[in-house]
């Protein structure tokens, strides 16, 4: 990775309310980027869920872009820059690509809260 500097924001934080599908946890406009930072997840449903982010493709459907976090119950579920590998979502609009530049999580039940920071960079 280059030396660039990107802008900190938190992305859209919400409960997880379905297993059937994803759930958007962040969008960027076209030209733009961004790294998810950290993770913070609360899981209070009476068992350890697993949470995977990934992306949507036209092409694979869905694409698990990091390792599966396993929220642990009635815990505060952090995990920062060291714990998660370094994954950059480009917007790509193409036909074939779908629209990779949007951040999903999928989780193995509902009622988990979950949080994200990313690093957004300019195209």
Known sequence: MADRIGRIKGGNAG???TTAG??????IAANRSFV????LAYNNTGANVTLIFGTLTNVAGWLPTLPT???????????GP????FYEFIVDTTAAAGSIGT????????GVLVTIEVEEFAG
């Open 15 to 17: 409960l997880v309310t």
């Open 22 to 27: 994803p759930d958007i946890v962040h969008i």
């Open 36 to 39: 998810i930072r950290k993770v």
């Open 69 to 79: 976090l396993v929220a642990i119950d009635t815990f505060d579920n952090p995990w």
């Open 82 to 85: 060291n714990d998660l590998p």
């Open 103 to 110: 951040a999903y999580v999928q989780a193995s039940a509902v």
